[in-house]
């Protein structure tokens, strides 16, 4: 069968097969029952017939009664790519995007660049699928190398998309960039306990962020009041560690000792700087000096 003569509801069903292959590694039958609210026969049918379309994609796990991918996947639906960073933030995995030309009234800010999807998929299947991954990855330091990680959250910090990981090399959890990631090769075995989610402290750990207007750079504090809906002219924000300079530098916020950043574009100031001085990235956080 081609695909324009399948119907558009169906159309949505082997998008979603498609996207959850790439993401996850796998799809049930059960997965499309619930997530389409159809019957036990569509779902086979739509199975055989994504099956049909893309004999190479995937292949019936007996054992675990799903199909999971195979090595040679191809995306067999046009997944684009900011479009899909979107759905995984947000944890909508229909790839519905894949086939619909619906235009909304709606812009963001354009990118500077975006990671392969290729590549964030093979992190997010690691992820579900709780193993490692070798990458060939360069930093600004050291250059390219191959180094050992195990990724369990995909970061989008405003400005690019990171991985947070333990990384076997440096025995620590870490940030990678993603868009340095340029081979990512999934490993056979499950990762080590110490290597979880659970045990990235950083992660695990949230940090309370008092923000007021900036006493120096805003005449009429009140419009950032109401700017950010704060209340007796402040607000607190419950952040990760280790995400909190990413945050800090995202919003413009003045962590300097005594709001020392003469400059408009800073309309923000932590208040609260003496009890965050162990998070996470907090050297790009503008202004800021350890105590």
Same mark, same amino acid.
């Given at each position: ?13 082997? *998008? ?24 036990? *026969? ?126 076997? &090399? ?52 009140? *419009? ?48 609260? &700087? ?10 790009? *956080? ?6």
């Amino acid at each position: 069968m081609e695909l324009e003569n399948v119907n558009y509801a169906q159309k949505q069903r082997l *998008a979603y097969i498609d996207f959850k292959l790439m993401f996850t590694g796998s799809v049930t039958r059960n997965e499309i029952i619930q997530r389409f609210e159809c019957g036990t *026969a569509a779902a086979s049918r739509d199975l055989a017939l994504y099956k049909e379309l893309a004999p190479r994609n995937l292949t019936y796990n007996t054992t675990d009664r799903r199909y999971v991918i195979e090595s040679n996947f191809k995306p067999f639906f046009n997944h684009d790519p900011r479009k899909t960073l979107v759905k995984l933030a947000n944890e909508i995995s229909d790839g519905f995007d894949a086939i619909g030309d619906t235009k909304f009234p709606v812009e963001a800010p354009s990118s500077l660049n975006v990671p392969d999807l290729m590549i964030v998929a093979r992190i997010s299947q690691a992820i579900f699928q709780n193993k490692a991954i070798n990458i060939i990855y360069t930093s600004l330091s050291s250059g390219s190398n191959s180094r050992d990680i195990v990724p369990h959250s995909i970061i989008d910090n405003g400005l690019r998309w990171h991985v947070r990981a333990y990384c076997r &090399k440096s025995e620590e959890f870490r940030d990678f960039v993603l868009t340095r990631i340029t081979k990512a090769t999934m490993k056979s075995g499950i990762s080590k306990e110490h290597e979880n989610k659970k045990q990235d402290k950083e992660w695990n750990t949230f940090i309370s962020l008092e923000l007021v207007p900036h006493p120096k750079n805003i005449q009429h504090p009140t *419009a950032i009041e109401l700017d950010y809906g704060m209340v007796d002219g402040k607000m607190t924000i419950k952040a990760r560690a280790a995400l909190t300079g990413y945050l800090l530098r995202r919003w413009n916020v003045d962590c300097s000792d005594n709001a020392e950043l003469n400059s408009s574009e800073y309309q923000l100031y932590l208040n609260n &700087k003496h009890l965050i001085s162990g998070a996470g990235n907090l050297t790009l *956080a503008p202004g800021f000096q350890d105590l």
